[in-house]
C-alpha cells in the first residue's frame, strides 16, 4: 500500500467513523436549540405585547443562554468522546493497513 492509498484509508475510516458517531450529537443539539428558538420567542412576543419591559426581557435572554450553556455541558462530554473514538478508530485503521501491507 502506498503513501496516498494510506491517507485514503484513512480518510474513509474517518469519514465512517464520524458518521457513525455523530447522530447520537445531534439530537440532542437540535431540541437544546428548538427550545432556545422557542423561549427567544416568547419573550419577544411578550415584549411585542408589552407585557415585559426592555430589561425583562434582557434578563429573559441571559436566562436562556445560562440554560441552553448548561444544556450543552453534557453534548461538550460527548463530543470530547465521540472525537477519541474517532481518532481510535482512524489510527486502528491506519495500524491495520499498514500490518497487513506490511505482511502482503
Known sequence: MNKNELYQ????????????????L???LKKALDDLKASIQHVEQAYMNSEITALDAH???????KVLEAELVPLEICAEATI?????????AAMSSLTSANGS
Not at 434578563?59 to 443562554?65: D, G, T
Open 84 to 92: 477519541q473514538k474517532v481518532i481510535q478508530k482512524v489510527i486502528d
Open 26 to 28: 445531534l439530537e440532542p
Open 59 to 65: 434578563k429573559e435572554f441571559k436566562r436562556a443562554r
Open 9 to 24: 484509508h484513512m480518510l474513509d475510516a474517518t469519514l465512517t467513523a464520524v458518521s457513525d458517531e455523530a447522530p447520537q
